[in-house]
Structure formats: C-alpha cells, structure tokens
C-alpha cells in the first residue's frame, strides 16, 4: 500500500489523525498504542488511517516528521544564516531551547522511542533531519575555526553536542533543578543559553597556563 503522506494530500482527517497519534505516542508508547486506539482518539475508522498510512510505523515517522518541521526548518535558518560564529551559536542555542520548550509532548515521544528502541529507533530519528541540522551547526563552528574566530584545537562535533546537551538537560531537569539552592536560572531559559554559549567559547581555566595544565593532563 502506497504511503500517502508525502503527496500532499493533508486534509481535517490526516491533521487529526497525526494530532492524536503524536498524543498517544508520547504518554504511552509506541507499543502500547493501537490503530484503533488512535482512530477512537481522532474520531474517524481505522480503515481512514489506513488510506493515509500503511502500518503503525509509517505512521510514527510521519508524526515525527509533521511535529518536529517547524524546529527543524527554524534551526536550518539559524545555521544558514550570516554572521560571525559567535552570533551564530548564540541564535541557534536559544532557537533550539525554545523549540524544545513550545513543543514538550514531541520531546517526550522521541526521548521515550529511543531509550524503549535503542539504536534502530534513533536511527530512524536522525534520518527525519535532525543529523542535517546537527551536521549544518558543526560546520558553522569549522567555518568558525577557519575564520580564526574560534580556536582550531576542539572538536566541533563535541562542542556541538555540548550545547544541545545543555539545552536537553535544562528541558528534562529543570523542574527539578528549581529546587536546587545555588540555581538561579530555571525561569530564565535566555540567560541560561547566553551564560552556556559563554562558557563554550571563554572555556573555564583561566590564562594561557591553565590551558597548558589542561591540555596535559588529558591522555
């Protein structure tokens, strides 16, 4: 049966039956739920999802795709756009922060699928285009060691996912965080990615002999 989901052919019932599917997915499972559990949920047959869908997978990486476009589209904008690298990581870091925060129930699908499936699931989800836009930002800091604006002696991917860790970090933990005595920033996700970037790119040993302390004593 053909996939429909890429013919454009989005009408009431294929919103709806994305909308509920990316409900039920994220507060129970992708295991737990059943077609005819979201079919119930959207208010149409199971064999309506079928017209637009296959199977339950290809309805999974549809919701996927559909609820995370506008993060994706946004972040490729920041990382496209120009300006020094500095500017650059500072927009996409606070970009991707709110990104996680407006769109929590996604989040928590993604995060469920990849700690329940392991690999094969995460595979899945680098393949909707999170790896592009990881890949375009890495570039960004290359093209920032080029330029001479950041140091040549780090590796972009780790400082990459330094930040996008952080910002995951904040989303999962800041409710507990909140309760944290020397935490200042939980209601301030701006400040938070400012002071992050901050630390990034000023590093934390301070002068030219720290850094050589540092550097030997890694192995």
């Not at 989005?10 to 709806?16: A, K, S």
Request: aromatic share 8%.
């Amino acid at each position: 049966m053909e996939d429909r989901t890429q013919n454009g052919n989005e009408g009431e019932g294929f919103r709806r039956i994305l909308a509920a599917a990316e409900k039920l997915f994220a507060d129970r499972g992708f295991d737990a739920v059943s077609m005819h559990a979201i079919a119930m949920e959207a208010g149409i047959s199971k064999a309506n999802i079928y017209h637009y869908f296959p199977n339950k997978d290809a309805l999974y990486l549809a919701v996927l795709r559909c609820a995370s476009r506008g993060l994706r589209e946004e972040l490729q904008e920041v990382v496209n756009s120009h300006g020094t690298a500095t500017e650059i990581l500072h927009h996409f870091a606070v970009s991707h922060l709110q990104g996680l925060m407006n769109r929590p129930r996604l989040v928590r699908l993604v995060w469920r699928e990849i700690l329940e499936k392991g690999a094969p699931r995460a595979r899945e989800v680098a393949e909707q285009g999170f790896a592009e836009i990881f890949a375009a930002l890495v570039g960004v800091l290359k093209t920032g060691q080029q330029r001479g604006e950041l140091r040549a002696d780090f590796d972009p991917a780790i400082a990459a996912t330094l930040l996008i860790g952080a910002n995951v970090f904040f989303f999962q933990s800041r409710d507990i965080l909140r309760h944290y005595p020397p935490v200042t920033f939980v209601d301030s996700p701006l400040g938070y990615d400012v002071s992050i970037v901050d630390i990034l790119l000023r590093g934390l040993a301070q002068g030219k002999a720290a850094q050589d302390d540092l550097q030997e004593s890694v192995p």
